[in-house]
C-alpha cells in the first residue's frame, strides 16, 4: 500500500497550505524514479543514482515558482550525465596448470567410469538457448559419485597456490559445481564467459581436468582465454589471448569471469571412446 504524503506549510505561515501544483510536479517526480529503476539495460546503481537525483529535485521544487513549467524544474537526461561511470577492470587470460592431478590409478578408474556411461551422457545446453553455440555432452555427478571427495579434496588443496598464482583475492568456498564434459567429432564451444546473473552469478574459479585414451584419438579442442574488458555487466574481449592444448591428466583453473571458447575438436574414428573428456566445473564464493 503506498503511503499518502502529508501536506507540507510554508515558512511564512503554517496554516498555510503549500501550492496544490506541488502535488503534481512530486507525484510525477516518484513516476520518473519508478521509471528509472525498472530500466535493466541500465546499470543498476545508475539507475539509482539517478532516481535519487529525480527525488529530491521534486523535493526541493516545493520551494520554486509552481507557475513554471515542469521542463524547467526536472531536468532532462543530459541533466544526469555526471553521474560516475561504472568501474572497469581487465581480466588477463591467465591460468595454472598442475599435470600429473590424479595417480595412474585414479586416472585409468575415471577414464573407464566415462566410458561405461556412455548411455548416460546428454546433449549439452546454454543459458541463453542459442543454437549451434555449444556441441558437447554432459554426465551428471550422480554417475561417478566414487570421485565426488577425491576431486573436492584435491582441488580445495590446490586452491591456496591457484589464488596465490592467478592474483585472485581469496573467498569462502560456497560449494562446487561438478561435471564431466565430453567432446566428440566436430565438438566445440564458441567464446562465452562462466557468470551470468542466475544461478552462475557466484562462481569464481574454473577447473577444468583433461583425460582421453592413449594414443590420443582427436586433435584440435584447444581452450583459448581471452583477455577480458568488464564495465558494469558488459564484458567484451581484447586482443590478447592465451590458448592451451588439452594435456592428459592435468588440470587447469582460470577466473570465471575470463572469456573463453573451446576449439573445434577432430575425430577420424569418430568413435565415442576416442573422444576428448573433461571433468570440469566451478568453485562458487
Known sequence: MQKKLSPMLSDSDNTQRYNPEFDQIFNQALDIVKSS???????????????????????????????????????????????????????????????????????????????????????????????????????????????????????????PQVMEQLKIQMFLVAHLEIQITAHLHGGYYKIHQDVDGGKAANRKLTYVYYFYQEPQGFYGGDLRLYETKITGKSAIIQEKFTQIQPLNNSIIFFDSRCKHEVLPVYCPSRQFADGRFTLNGWIHG
Open 37 to 159: 529503476l525498472n530500466q535493466p539495460e541500465i546499470p543498476y546503481d545508475q539507475r539509482l543514482n539517478a532516481a535519487l537525483k529525480v527525488l529530491e529535485i521534486g523535493i526541493l521544487s516545493q520551494q520554486k515558482d509552481f507557475n513554471s513549467n515542469l521542463s524547467d524544474i526536472i531536468p532532462s537526461g543530459d541533466d544526469l550525465s555526471n553521474i560516475p561511470e561504472p568501474e572497469t577492470i581487465i581480466i588477463n587470460p591467465d591460468y595454472l596448470q598442475i599435470n600429473d592431478f590424479f595417480s595412474k590409478e585414479d586416472y585409468q578408474k575415471l577414464l573407464n567410469l566415462t566410458l561405461a556411461n556412455q548411455n548416460n551422457f546428454f546433449s549439452s545446453e546454454v543459458i541463453n538457448q542459442e543454437s549451434q553455440y555449444r556441441q558437447s555432452y554432459i554426465l551428471l555427478p550422480e554417475h561417478f559419485a566414487e570421485f565426488h571427495e577425491l576431486i573436492t579434496q584435491k582441488i580445495l588443496t590446490a586452491r
